[in-house]
Structure formats: C-alpha cells, structure tokens
C-alpha cells in the first residue's frame, strides 16, 4: 500500500515556475505508476502527466512542453514541475500512485494559484 502526500503549491505570476512534489510512505514505491491531476474551480478533474514505473512519461497535450514530470525512487518522491504557468492552470494538484488491476492511491491534493 502506498500514501501519497503533495507539497509545494503555492501563488505565482503567470509566466512563472513551481514544482509540486508527490512523496510516499509504505513499500514498493518503485512498482507504482505516479500520475498528476488537476481539478480547477468549477471544473471536472482532468489527467496532467503519468510516469510509469519504469520512468516513461506521458503528459497531457494542454500542458506539453510547460510541464515535466519525473520522480526520484531514492527519495520515494515524484515530481511536477511546472514552467510557463498560465491562470488556466490554477487548480488542486493530486498525485495518484496505481497499478493495473491494483488499488489506487491519492494524495489529500496541493493548491496551485496562478494570477494574472
């Protein structure tokens, strides 16, 4: 079993740059699949970038190029890293650890504010 916690939001200009870190407690953080979502206000959660377990990624086409996703096995810890930031992008991060056919775990979520 994994539990996700998520840090590093914050309030930034457009135009700037955070990182959002997913860090892990419990085992076998190595086998788990890491993906970001993101939940905007008033809006439906949406997928933000996956990185498998094996380290290759995927993200979203709404945020290619302005965002990274990597995550540091050693230290139990994926990462977002978000560069170019956009008021669209303001929403609750949540980082999620899975596995096919295995239970999904979700992190409490890390409040992104991006202002114009």
């Known amino acids: 079993q994994a539990q996700l916690v998520e840090s590093g939001g914050g309030v930034v200009q457009a135009g700037g740059s955070l990182r959002v870190s997913c860090a892990a407690s419990?085992?076998?953080?190595?086998?788990?699949?890491i993906s970001w979502y993101r939940q905007g206000p008033g809006k439906q959660r949406e997928w933000v970038a996956t990185?498998?377990?094996?380290?290759?990624?995927n993200v979203a086409d709404s945020v290619k190029g302005r965002f990274t996703i990597s995550r540091d096995n050693a230290k139990n810890t994926a990462y977002l890293q978000m560069n170019s930031l956009k008021p669209e992008d303001t929403a609750i991060y949540l980082c999620?650890?899975?596995?096919?056919?295995?239970?999904?775990?979700w992190g409490q979520g890390t409040q992104v504010t991006v202002f114009s």
């Open positions: 999620k650890a899975w596995k096919t056919w295995g239970t999904d775990y």
């Open positions: 419990g085992s076998m953080f190595n086998t788990y699949t």
């Open positions: 990185i498998s377990s094996g380290g290759v990624t």
